[in-house]
C-alpha cells in the first residue's frame, strides 16, 4: 500500500535488542557486584547510577526504534533521532537515495535537504524498493495537488 508508515527494520530490530541487553546486562551489574557486606566497595548509590547508566542507554536506544516516516493529508511527518517534523508534499522537490548514503533524503523547495531515516540502506532490497515507494508517493501526493 502507497500510504503505509515507512519504518526501518534492521536498525529498529538492532536498537530493541541492544536496549534490552544494556537493561540486563547493567542491571545484572548493579545486582551482582559485591558490597561492602561481601568484602566489596558497591554501595547502594553505585548500583543506583550503574542502573541508571543501563536506563539511559535504553532510553536512547528506543529513539531510534521509534524512527518512522507517516504520510499524512498535509504531508509527511518524518520522526528522525531528535527531530519530529512535518513536511508538506508541495514542498518536496525530489527523493534521492545516492549509492553510499545511509538513508533516503528529500531535496525541499528552500534547497534544504532533509533526512528521512526510516528507509534505510541497511534494509538492503526493502530499503530500494522502499525509496521507490516514497517516491512514487510524493509524485502521487503533488500531482494531486495534496
Known amino acids: 500500500m502507497l500510504d503505509a508508515p515507512f519504518v526501518p527494520r534492521r536498525g529498529r530490530l538492532m536498537a530493541t535488542g541492544m536496549a534490552a541487553a544494556a537493561l540486563l546486562i547493567f542491571g ?3 545486582l551482582l557486584i559485591p558490597g561492602p557486606s561481601s568484602g566489596g ?3 547502594g548509590g553505585d548500583r543506583f547510577m550503574m542502573l541508571g547508566l ?3 542507554m535504553a532510553a536512547l536506544l528506543s529513539r531510534w526504534a521509534l524512527i518512522r516516516a ?5 504531508g509527511l511527518s518524518i520522526r528522525n533521532l531528535m527531530i519530529t517534523r ?4 508541495s514542498e518536496i522537490v525530489d527523493v534521492t537515495f545516492p549509492e553510499g548514503d ?3 533524503s528529500l531535496e525541499l ?3 534544504d535537504v532533509v533526512a528521512v531515516m526510516a528507509v534505510q540502506r541497511a534494509d538492503g532490497d526493502l530499503g530500494r524498493s522502499e525509496a521507490d515507494r516514497l517516491g512514487r508517493l510524493v509524485d502521487a501526493r503533488r500531482a494531486a495537488g495534496a
Not at 507517516?70 to 498535509?74: C, G, I, L
Open 109 to 111: 523547495q528552500d534547497t
Open 86 to 89: 512535518t513536511i508538506p508534499w
Open 102 to 104: 545511509p538513508w533516503v
Open 70 to 74: 507517516v504520510p499524512r493529508s498535509e
Open 41 to 43: 566497595s558497591w554501595e
Open 54 to 56: 543501563g536506563v539511559l
Open 28 to 30: 545484572l551489574v548493579a
